[in-house]
């Protein structure tokens, strides 16, 4: 999963912390999964994640160190050897913390 030089806002940091994420089921019960953070910028993050999570489903994000909360919508989910690779976008103005903007994006041009 490579992004497309210059079209990020703000740079993207390695990161090795758990996370857990809470959510609504299908059938409108609660439902937490545990996830690893792999990544992060100041606009989202991407996660491995024990359990699939639906696109565009809204979810919490809990992460003791460093210690982060956020809501955040499911992007994208695709299996991954025995676990799921979720990608999320912050909502609500919540930033990665540390994160870095670029001053001037470069558009890609076609």
Request: hydrophobic content about 35%.
């Amino acid at each position: 999963m490579n992004a497309k030089p210059g079209l990020r806002r703000f740079e993207r940091t390695k990161v090795q912390s758990r996370a857990l994420l809470s959510f609504t089921g299908v059938h409108g019960h609660p439902v937490v999964v545990r996830a690893k953070v792999l990544d992060a910028s100041g606009s989202g993050a991407r996660l491995e994640a024990e359990a699939p999570v639906e696109p565009q489903t809204y979810v919490q994000i809990r992460v003791q160190s460093p210690p982060f909360a956020a809501t955040a919508s499911v992007r994208y989910c695709v299996r991954h050897k025995m676990d799921y690779c979720l990608g999320v976008e912050f909502v609500g103005g919540s930033k990665w913390p540390s994160s870095v903007e670029i001053s001037n994006p470069t558009p890609q041009s076609n």
